[in-house]
């Protein structure tokens, strides 16, 4: 399967665009749209979630991510493979989290050229089709060619900071459960977040902070928003409080 995840937006031709691509060069594979919202040109919060949820596909996936605010620029345009699962897309952090937690990970610089190119849309022309040929059974050997993989060395393991805003306004936070003391509360916005087993089980209007189904810190109010409520954005500060 192909899976895309960007920060095209919900709205626009983008993602449509790209699909057309799959379509066209890989009849007949799924494709799955994990996230089209992800923190827009945010490379770094970006890396958080996708470590998070690219390990619920299964080995042989091939993941499309496109968070690319340098396209044109002299960044490298890469295929990576973590644990089975390839990934194409820019080589600026987005992967870093994948890679560092894999115990197995190789890199490659991408050397197959489309017959056209655009300057903005690498997307579209160049990370589509190569996606395509990953999963059509192409070996990422053909496509490119191996390169050293360079670490985002000052980014920690998990990240304190809110790196996505779902739909309801729940802030999702780069840090995993497991890291964080159960019983342990969090300042955000501000305010003293306690812990709660899933944001249900506080009062209707409570703010809590919950370990979520994909293993990173939450934090929700049981039917409200909590971005609203604390006044969250992406790269707001999250820590433990006294």
């Not at 399967?1 to 890989?26: E, H, K, N, S, W």
């Not at 019983?183 to 979520?212: D, E, H, Q």
Request: hydrophobic content about 45%; charged content about 20%.
């Amino acid at each position: 399967m192909i899976v895309l995840f960007t920060d095209f937006g919900l709205r626009g031709p983008y993602t449509g665009q790209m699909q057309a691509v799959l379509q066209r060069d890989a009849p007949g594979i799924p494709v799955v749209s994990l996230f089209a919202d992800a923190p827009a040109s945010k490379s770094k919060a970006c890396a958080y979630l996708l470590g998070a949820y690219a390990t619920w596909f299964p080995p042989g996936a091939v993941l499309l991510c496109v968070v690319d605010p340098g396209v044109g620029s002299e960044r490298r345009a890469v295929i990576a493979e973590a644990d089975g699962r390839f990934y194409v897309g820019p080589d600026n952090g987005l992967f870093e989290l994948v890679l560092r937690r894999a115990a197995r990970r190789r890199l490659w610089e991408i050397a197959w050229t489309p017959s056209a190119l655009s300057a903005s849309f690498h997307g579209r022309d160049l990370f589509a089709p190569v996606a395509a040929r990953l999963a059509r059974g192409d070996p990422a050997e053909r496509l490119g060619r191996p390169v050293d993989i360079v670490r985002c060395s000052d980014w920690p393991d998990d990240l304190a900071e809110i790196v996505y805003i779902d739909h309801y306004g729940n802030a999702l936070t780069g840090l995993r459960g497991d890291v964080v003391n159960p019983t342990a509360k969090l300042r955000a916005g501000g305010r003293v977040v306690a812990p709660a087993r899933t944001f249900s089980a506080a009062p209707v209007g409570k703010i809590c902070w919950y370990v979520n189904s994909n293993g990173l810190i939450e934090i929700a109010v049981n039917r409200g928003r909590a971005d609203t409520m604390l006044k969250l954005k992406i790269g707001s500060p999250v820590t433990i409080a006294d």
